[in-house]
């Protein structure tokens, strides 16, 4: 049976088909033994390694659990900050003022261009040599700030994104009822951008939470990533079950990020339907909104 995007399999086909599958399954199926045959003949595999993740709470509690907090603060904290500032020069950089427009697309393509880890280490150096902030919470304030400028210019470069996608006919209604630019963009513009960008923004949160492991790497920042090695000290030569714990970890937190992004976006795009009004004429020739809830009383009296 043929399609408008594709022509139906023939027998040929079907069976080049199939034997591709084998030999995948093979080949993954080969990889995956070798992966376990090293393991296992480096003693990586023995419960031994594996034990005190699952029957002591003291891994947890004295390194996974620290950790997991300090990835979280800083996450959190560069993305309530990052996430305004990217959707300001984002809208900066759609201005029709060039004041406005040019600072914003340097600020922007500037911070864009560094790596995130640079920009880490160059605030932890402003923050040693120029402020008072003690040694023991620098590092959150390097990893924070080094996330907030390199993430804001990409979401700016979202939010410039999502809004340019939206028909131009919706700047052109709003300026038909009188709307000035502040209010398209706030009223009219954005609220309907945000799904658009939703995938993207979510996607950029996951960036930023796994980038925090950058600053346990270099700055000593404890986070996550960084609670492997005194684990792996304190439990023995187990640095494979430490790092796979806490990758399953991270994978854990990004799913549910990411389940979330997608429950919201069905929802935003639900409600949007849902509330979809089509403007017709009524009786008299007055204006009235088919498919929203009337404003006229029982009696014909307006509400």
């Known amino acids: 049976m043929s399609s408008v995007l594709y022509d139906a399999q023939g027998p040929r086909a079907k069976r080049r088909n199939i034997l591709y599958t084998v030999l995948f399954v093979l080949v993954a199926a080969a990889v995956v033994w070798w992966v376990y045959d090293g393991l296992a003949s480096k003693h990586q595999l023995d419960w031994i390694k594996w034990k005190p993740f699952f029957t002591s709470s003291l891994p947890w509690q004295t390194y996974i659990w620290p950790g997991f907090q300090n990835t979280i603060k800083a996450a959190f904290f560069a993305l ?61 304030y390097a990893v924070v700030t080094g996330l907030v400028l390199y993430n804001a210019s990409v979401l700016a470069e979202i939010v410039r994104a999502g809004i340019q996608t939206l028909p131009t006919g919706q700047t052109d209604a709003a300026k038909a009822i009188g709307m000035r630019k502040g209010q398209t963009m706030v009223f009219v513009l954005l609220p309907q951008a945000v799904t658009a960008m939703l995938p993207a923004i979510v996607s950029q949160i996951v960036v930023i939470v796994k980038d925090t492991a950058l600053g346990g790497a270099v700055l000593t920042f404890p986070e996550l990533l960084a609670s492997v090695r005194p684990m792996a000290a304190n439990y023995g030569a187990n640095t494979i079950a430490c790092f796979t714990i806490i990758a399953l970890i991270y994978i854990a937190l990004n799913f549910t990020l990411t389940s979330f992004a997608s429950w919201l976006e069905r929802r935003l795009r639900r409600a949007k339907k849902s509330t979809g009004a089509v403007v017709g004429t009524g009786p008299g020739g007055d204006l009235e909104t088919i498919g929203a809830p009337s404003l006229n009383t029982d009696d014909g009296r307006a509400a």
Do not use: C, K
Request: no cysteine; charged share 15%.
């Open 80 to 140: 309530i900050i990052a996430l305004p500032l990217g959707a300001l020069f984002g809208i900066g950089r759609l201005s029709d003022h060039r004041w406005m427009r040019v600072p914003s697309g340097v600020v922007v393509e500037f911070f864009r261009a560094i790596p995130v880890l640079v920009l880490m280490i160059i605030a932890n150096q402003v923050y040693s040599e120029y402020t008072n902030i003690d040694t023991e919470t620098r590092p959150l």
